[in-house]
């Protein structure tokens, strides 16, 4: 605005020709920067107001110089006829937004409204018949009129005005209405997903320090065992602390990458239990680039070792098992064990126990990252075999 002011006044000192020019462009150069500064919204709401009083302007021209002959004076006069209706509009529009008549309930907001139109379609009455008398010699000018017919031009134009307002403010309305639906919706949508993240980051807070504590308890038993096997999990270890880390910030891996992290977590548990875990894997090359949320498989592997091998003197036999059904990631962790047994519902009590919530968290992210339709189930099939199974709807995008 400094480099307006310094323009006009550079203008003052030039030619009068030149001194135009400069003042033409500086006045061009506000307008624009002014319009610049308006929100879309505003900018739209300005382009709507002056297209559509101008459309107004030249159907009352027309349908004047339908019936009579057009003279500059008439011209001048509809101008001011449009202009004041444009002022009208804009002043109650600037007095619906003071007095917050878009929070006020629809039966008083109609009420207000009627009123509004009403009274602004006699302001303009008034103006038009007064100006006319003073601008164009009277309201049918070189004709004599009655008190009759005055009555009347003035009710037409009453009627035709309070049309033309209540047009104007039923659109207004509805624009606006519109406008704070979608607003509301987009701040619930913001909002879903600002609650969806925090849940997530939650879940996966709760999960890392599970995982730890389980495997420091696997590496405690085994530095006094057997020093070199113990170097050997600590690899191990470290290589599944580093996917931990890394996969924390990610919502799904690849399958792969969380097979050979759970390939790691097995080879750790049978340097503990040697004979007593034994791993059958089944699992279909398709599904090895397929995601899944990060720890997942981990999970469920943890759960049947600590509650299916370890509960077992005998240990037992662990299948991991993934294919594409239908549609869906389908993924089986089986191991002996057996739900209704006492000792399984004692573990099951413990959910807020180490793999107990590991699993819960597990079955929770599912839905939030991948839908209703994604589903952890934990079911006895077999007579002493035990089954978690995950369904993940290959729908859902890949990170």
Same mark, same amino acid.
């Given at each position: ?11 003052? %000192? ?7 020019? #400069? ?22 709401? &300005? ?23 057009? %003279? ?11 202009? #004041? ?8 529009? $600037? ?5 917050? &008549? ?20 006699? #302001? ?23 008190? #009759? ?46 609650? %969806? ?68 977590? $097995? ?99 599912? %839905? ?9 189930? $934990? ?5 002493? &075999? ?14």
């Amino acid at each position: 605005m400094s480099s307006s002011a310094s323009s006009l006044r550079y203008a003052d %000192k030039l030619a009068p020709e030149a001194a135009a020019v #400069v003042r033409s462009a500086t006045l061009r150069h506000r307008l624009a920067s002014s319009f610049t500064y308006l929100s879309t919204g505003e900018r739209l709401y &300005w382009v709507c107001q002056f297209v559509s009083w101008l459309f107004f302007y030249l159907v009352n021209l027309t349908i004047v110089s339908a019936f009579a002959e057009m %003279k500059p004076a008439v011209a001048v006069w509809l101008a001011a006829f449009m202009l #004041v209706g444009l002022e009208m509009t804009q002043r109650f529009r $600037l007095h619906v937004r003071r007095a917050n &008549w878009l929070q006020l309930p629809l039966p008083r907001l109609i009420g207000r409204v009627v009123v509004a139109v009403f009274f602004m379609a006699m #302001v303009h009455t008034a103006f038009t018949v007064l100006s006319s008398m003073a601008f164009l010699g009277g309201v049918a000018p070189g004709r004599s009129v009655t008190i #009759v017919q005055i009555f009347g031009i003035v009710l037409t134009n009453l009627f035709n005005m309070s049309i033309v307002f209540g047009v104007w403010a039923g659109l207004y309305f509805a624009v606006q209405t519109v406008r704070r639906q979608r607003h509301s919706e987009m701040e619930r949508l913001r909002l879903e997903t600002s609650l %969806k993240e925090a849940e997530l980051r939650a879940l996966k807070s709760q999960v890392n320090p599970h995982f730890l504590f389980n495997s420091l308890n696997s590496l405690r038993a085994l530095i006094e065992e057997d020093a070199p096997r113990a170097r050997e999990s600590v690899t191990r270890l470290a290589n599944m602390l580093r996917y931990s880390l890394q996969s924390g910030q990610l919502e799904t891996v690849p399958f792969e990458d969380e097979l050979r992290i759970v390939e790691d977590y $097995l080879a750790l548990e049978q340097i503990r239990h040697e004979n007593r875990l034994r791993v059958r894997w089944e699992i279909s090359d398709e599904v090895r680039a397929r995601f899944l949320p990060p720890m997942l498989l981990q999970t469920l592997v943890e759960n049947a070792v600590k509650y299916g091998i370890s509960q077992r003197r005998g240990g037992g036999e662990l299948v991991v098992a993934a294919r594409i059904d239908s549609g869906n990631l389908l993924i089986r962790v089986s191991n002996p064990g057996d739900l209704t047994h006492p000792a399984a519902a004692s573990a099951a009590a413990k959910a807020g126990s180490s793999t107990g919530v590991g699993l819960r968290n597990a079955s929770e992210r599912l %839905k939030l990252l991948f839908g209703e339709k994604a589903r952890l189930a $934990l079911r006895s099939e077999s007579p002493g &075999w035990v089954t978690a199974e995950v369904v993940i709807p290959l729908a859902s995008p890949a990170p």
